[in-house]
């Protein structure tokens, strides 16, 4: 089993966890609501404040597009909000649960059953397959292997890269990666997405059909939040949240017209 050897690098990220207690998702309105939120880096005697005084809220179902120049702090947002990082002052609630308080175990239990990510560099495991990399969250949250593979083939048809399930990501174009890498966030029937510039290393043909996959994930339900550089992307988004040195500056509804965008 290749997964033994990988098992140590994937853990850093994607450590086991116990299911959230009490919470039924499907009953809740509000998957997300951070307050006051704020993170400062330290290093070498310099401070920066790569998120000031946030407050966000998303909803279940909702598909949110986060725009902003570089360094203003789009992809420190997204990992705190997957958990992946710590906010330095604040309140971070998912699932109506205030997560800044859980240990580092709980939240990447949580983390595991119910967020996805999706990276600009797709970040697949180059020592496993295609099939591989799809199984392994699976792998975590303790499935069999026959239970493994019935979903693992059915996402991978669902997202038509079949045909590769043996080859390993470098033997794959860019947007045969990205899709790979889309299975793996969606494969444990995680509830949010976080895609950080998902189209960042695509063009346009294949940049356009990872936006396809992504509609249509949120139409089956799924929750999506994505940075993205690109205007038309953030189009396809229902709502676009602008980001300037930390600040989140508003949120717009996206009227339905291309280009026309309405301060809520
Ligand atoms: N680990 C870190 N240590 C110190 N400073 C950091 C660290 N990570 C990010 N920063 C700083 O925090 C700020 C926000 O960075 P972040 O990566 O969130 O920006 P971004 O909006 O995602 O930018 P880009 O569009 O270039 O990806 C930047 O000033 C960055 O230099
Ligand atoms: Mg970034």
Do not use: C
Request: avoid cysteine; hydrophobic fraction near 40%.
């Amino acid at each position: 089993m290749r997964f033994r050897t990988i098992l140590p690098r994937w853990n850093q990220a994607h450590s086991l966890r116990p299911s959230i207690s009490g919470a039924t998702p499907n009953r809740i309105v509000k998957m997300i609501r951070i307050n006051n939120l704020k993170k400062v880096y330290r290093s070498n005697n310099v401070e920066t404040t790569a998120i000031a005084n946030a407050n966000l809220r998303v909803d279940f179902g909702e598909f949110v597009a986060i725009t902003g120049p570089s360094g203003s702090g789009k992809t420190t947002l997204l990992s705190i909000l997957g958990m992946l990082d710590t906010a330095t002052e604040g309140e971070y609630f998912l699932f109506d649960t205030d997560v800044s308080k859980y240990s580092e175990r709980e939240r990447a239990d949580l983390r595991r059953e119910n967020i996805g990510f999706v990276f600009q560099n797709f970040n697949l495991i180059n020592e496993l397959t295609v099939y591989e990399n799809i199984e392994l969250p699976l792998f975590y949250l303790g499935l069999t292997s026959s239970e493994r593979r019935e979903i693992v083939m059915s996402t991978m048809d669902r997202l038509r890269i079949t045909p590769r399930r043996n080859h390993f990501p470098q033997q794959l174009s860019g947007g045969q990666q990205q899709r790979a890498a889309v299975a793996r966030a969606i494969v444990g029937k995680q509830k949010l997405i976080l895609a950080d510039e998902p189209t960042g290393n695509l063009d346009s043909r294949n940049g356009e059909e990872v936006m396809t996959l992504l509609a249509q994930l949120n139409e089956a339900g799924t929750t999506i939040i994505m940075v993205t550089h690109s205007a038309e992307y953030a189009s396809w988004a229902g709502r676009l949240v602008r980001i300037f040195d930390g600040h989140l500056v508003n949120e717009d509804i996206l009227t339905g017209v291309p280009g026309v965008l309405e301060l809520r």
